[in-house]
């Protein structure tokens, strides 16, 4: 308790919730104007082509919040493509929340990749199907990060929660502020049946389309947080746990369509599943 007190201390001054523009809280990065931000800022594009793909990332960094992002994404043939959407922090011990979406061949489904990097180590990767196509229409996805648990979502749908461990000797990302990032690349070596099908440039540009950003967010600057004040911890996300109906919604999805589990993987890890898997 006094160590999740002194957390609260050391973070700074006021709850910053975003519905903005693009234009306002996005930089484009990279991609030499495959990058597009259209409507007013209301709308992005990313694109690949076999010349480069493109990225953005956000003007703002963040100490735990509930971000949310409605993606469509690259249609038909999207074998060997890539589109990440991440939480990151700077440096060689980072921290990160990952989604990325494998693409795959006409009428395959795409594999939605999810991770947690803690002080520079990953490893912990489990991988779903999605119950509907994801390329049709635009899709929420959601990444809620507070000190207790990190929950990622699909239309409200709990597909995945990695919970605070620490008091077992496994490190949870609570220290390093994150900036958002996402990506459209070729990953053709890796991304699609292990790099067995290679992407088609014939269907290039490849791209995908993002709206609806929302951070309701602790907003990272100048070395200081803003979740001190007890109105800031009072938002519901800040202590947000599964509830019994969302519950049941994860095991649903994590029944019928996670086709990858780090935590049930004996094979890679021969000495024993990590330690947060046998406590589960």
């Not at 791209?207 to 911890?233: E, H, Q, V």
Request: hydrophobic letters at 35%; aromatic letters at 14%; glycine letters at 8%.
């Amino acid at each position: 308790m006094a160590s999740m007190l002194h957390l609260f201390l050391v973070l700074g001054t006021l709850m910053v919730a975003s519905a903005g523009s693009f234009y306002q809280d996005f930089d484009i990065t990279w991609g030499d104007g495959r990058a597009k931000i259209l409507n007013n800022g209301q709308f992005l594009t990313l694109s690949l082509d076999k010349a480069s793909g493109s990225g953005f990332q956000s003007k703002n960094e963040y100490l735990f919040g509930k971000i949310d992002m409605q993606l469509k994404l690259v249609p038909g043939n999207s074998a060997g493509t890539v589109t990440a959407y991440y939480l990151k922090s700077p440096g060689s011990t980072w921290d990160e929340i990952d989604f990325e979406f494998l693409g795959n061949l006409s009428g395959d489904p795409y594999t939605l990749h999810t991770n947690v990097f803690t002080n520079g180590k990953g490893n912990r990767e489990q991988q779903f199907h999605l119950w509907f196509d994801p390329t049709a229409a635009f899709h929420t996805y959601s990444i809620l990060w507070n000190p207790q648990r990190i929950v990622f979502s699909v239309d409200g749908t709990p597909i995945r929660e990695f919970k605070n461990s620490e008091s077992i000797g496994v490190p949870f990302p609570k220290n390093q502020p994150m900036r958002i990032y996402s990506s459209l690349w070729n990953a053709d070596d890796w991304a699609t049946r292990g790099g067995l099908v290679k992407t088609d440039w014939t269907h290039a540009p490849f791209t995908a389309s993002y709206r609806n950003f929302k951070a309701d967010a602790c907003l990272w600057s100048n070395g200081k947080s803003s979740c001190a004040s007890s109105r800031s911890r009072s938002r519901a996300w800040f202590s947000q746990e599964l509830d019994s109906s969302s519950q049941n919604r994860l095991k649903w999805v994590q029944k019928n369509y996670m086709i990858y589990n780090y935590c049930t993987d004996t094979k890679r890890f021969p000495q024993g599943l990590p330690v947060e898997c046998r406590t589960a």
